[in-house]
Each structure stands twice: as structure tokens, then as C-alpha cells.
């Protein structure tokens, strides 16, 4: 029988320091069967080894692996619990989701939370019944997890439990989470409960309408979304100028090239390149101005704008 090499030996030490560094050097060593070495490790008596095996599990999808790591969400100690959700959210396999779907049954929110994170971008269909139940929950980030899982299961079920979120959860973490989800299920019947958020009290979850709009394309919301160009916060005026350019509307080049004006170079190029994208002639003059413009960027761009314009003018001639 080969004698245990020394690293192996190491992660036995006495030491628990000897053991988290042993445990932190395998991922780069020659040893053969490294992932069942670090699964054991995750049932190591000190809590700094338990979350250094965690963090050194990324990339594997093992069975064996991903189910020690779902364990470890209930760990006691809450940096191995962090550990363990931050390596699961990087999973990249749908069939790594058995060994999550359990634990969205847990009592501890934080548990449910980093499942859930975890199950996001994975599309794990058994997740959609969970996570509308979840949508429920008491905890606000156990409703904004489970809003981005079924955003992007994108599934129709779920479209009317999101635009519910979106337009009366208490949270506007989770109202702009929803908008958000509401963006993956290209289907116009959600405009209303966007163009609702348009106008909520968080800043963020207007700013995330006024971009969710753009992408599906919510003609019917050019008025609502000129008006945020007035909104107290640039990057709400920047989602909405970008989504004005998108939806190539003529009636907002005014409102936009006011935006040329602001202190914020980078809502003066969004509104630059909305500009080209409308081209419209009548922001020949302002993109003229912004020629001289401080920020090189803004003048790049402006030349851009001017040369979209004019092949747009001479292609509709």
C-alpha cells in the first residue's frame, strides 16, 4: 500500500491551520482524485477548512461534489454556509439542480436564498412550482431569488405571479427584480405592470422599467418614458433615453437633446446614440454642438451620430 503523499497527509494534521492550507493548495497539486479529498474536508471539525474546501470545489460538478456543497448550506457556521452558496451559484450544469431542489424546502432563509441564487441560471423546470410558492415568502431576499429563477425559466406561468411582484411587493429590490424577470418573457401583455413601475418610488426600479421597456419593445410607453426624462436620478433618464433610441422615437429627439446639457457624460452619450438611432434631421444641429463637447467619447460619438443621420436622410431620399 503507497504511503499517503504529503499533502494528503497534511489535510490529517492535528493543525486545523496546517489542514486549510493543505486543503488550498490541492486544487493545484498533482494528486490524483482531488474532489473526493475536498469533500471530505467539508466534514472537517474546523469551520475555516470546511469554507477553503468549499471555495476549492468550483468548477466541479461531481455528483458527490455538488451534493456536499448543497449540504453545506446548512452548515453551522454561516462563512461555510457563504462559501458553499457562492461556489453552487456558479454551476453551470442543469443536472446539478437534483441536489439543490431540496433545500428550498428549508426553514433558515438564508438556506432557501443561496438555493435558489444557485438554481437561477441553471433552468431547472421542477424549480418553477417552488419558486412561485416562494415568491411568497416572508423574506425579501427569498422573494428576489425566486423572482430571478422564474424570470429566467421564462415560463407563462409565471408571468402573472411577476407582474403581481412587480407592481405591489413591499421590497424594491424585489419589484426591480421582477421588472427584470418580466424582460425574458417577450410578451406585451406585461407593459402595463411596467409602465406602472415607471413611475415607483425607488429610483432603481424605474430605472430597470425604462431598460425592461426598450427591450420588448413597449411602444405604447414613449410618453411615459419621455417624462422620466425629467427623473432627479441620471441613470434613470440614461435607461430611458437608451430605450427612446431603441424604439426609434421621432418625438423624443427634443427631450433627448436637452439631455446633452447634463453634468454626466455618460447620459450625454446615451443620448448621443439614441439620436443617431431615431435619425432624425433634427438633431443635426444638436449633434452639431456636441462636436465640442468636453468628454472625447461624447464627441466620437456624436460624429457617429451625424453619419447614421445623414445615410438615413440620403437611403430615404
Known sequence: MNAPSGIVSRLADPDATVRRLAVLELPYSDEDDI?????????????????????????????????????????????????????????????????????????????????????????????????????????????????????????????????????????????????GALGYAEQVSVLPALMRALKDDAWMVREEAAQTIGKLQGRPAVDDLIALLDDPFWQVRLKAVRSLGLLKASRAVAPITAQLLHDVGNLRKEAVIALGEIGDPAAIPALEAAGGDPDPDVRKLSKLALTSIHLHSREQA
Open 35 to 179: 474532489a473526493p479529498l475536498l469533500v471530505h474536508a467539508l466534514r472537517d471539525a474546523d469551520a475555516s477548512v470546511r469554507a477553503e474546501a468549499a471555495r476549492a470545489l468550483e468548477g466541479y460538478e461531481d455528483d458527490d461534489s455538488v451534493a456536499a456543497l448543497a449540504a453545506c448550506l446548512v452548515d453551522e457556521d454561516p462563512a461555510v454556509r457563504a462559501a458553499a452558496g457562492d461556489t453552487l451559484a456558479e454551476l453551470k450544469s442543469a443536472a446539478c439542480g437534483v441536489h439543490l431542489l431540496p433545500y428550498l424546502d428549508a426553514l433558515a432563509a438564508d438556506t432557501v436564498t443561496r438555493a435558489l441564487r444557485a438554481l437561477r441560471a441553471l433552468r431547472v423546470p421542477a424549480a418553477l412550482e417552488p419558486a412561485l410558492r416562494l415568491l411568497g415568502h416572508d423574506d425579501a431576499g427569498v422573494r428576489k431569488e425566486a423572482a430571478g429563477v422564474l424570470g429566467y425559466l421564462k415560463h407563462a406561468a409565471a408571468v402573472a405571479e411577476l407582474a403581481r411582484a412587480a407592481m405591489f411587493d413591499a421590497d424594491g429590490e424585489v419589484r426591480r427584480t421582477a421588472i
